[in-house]
């Protein structure tokens, strides 16, 4: 299994950031794929998640309004859209696969910087 995370960048707050998480190693289109992000001296939390056709998506209640999780499973790929971001944004995003087996893989994650 590999998750690639991709997108961070510094930015303003109020700006937008688009993640790409690209998989491979298992069957992409079958699984839930999450977000979470890890901010310095911070649990990891989980920001979004989407289920396997896209039917479901559920927000962390800081995000919701302004996040947008999605996921092509053509590319085997799940994306971050952020937008109206904040300083309390600033972390590092990783994406997961909502499955047992497969919970323990991680990425190098993509860091996002949110300032002034």
């Known amino acids: 299994v590999q998750l690639v995370e991709s997108g961070g960048g510094l930015v303003q707050p109020g700006g937008s950031l688009r993640l790409s998480c690209a998989a491979s190693?298992?069957?992409?289109?079958?699984?839930?794929m999450s977000w979470y992000r890890q901010a310095p001296g911070k649990e990891r939390e989980l920001v979004a998640s989407?289920?396997?056709?896209?039917?479901?998506?559920n927000y962390a209640d800081s995000v919701k309004g302004r996040f947008t999780i999605s996921r092509d499973n053509a590319k085997n790929t799940v994306y971050l859209q952020m937008n109206s971001l904040k300083v309390e944004d600033t972390a590092v995003y990783y994406c997961?696969?909502?499955?047992?087996?497969?919970?323990?893989?991680w990425g190098q994650g993509t860091q996002v910087t949110v300032s002034s």
């Open positions: 989407i289920s396997s056709g896209s039917r479901s998506r």
């Open positions: 190693g298992f069957t992409f289109s079958r699984y839930t």
């Open positions: 997961n696969v909502d499955h047992s087996a497969y919970r323990g893989y």
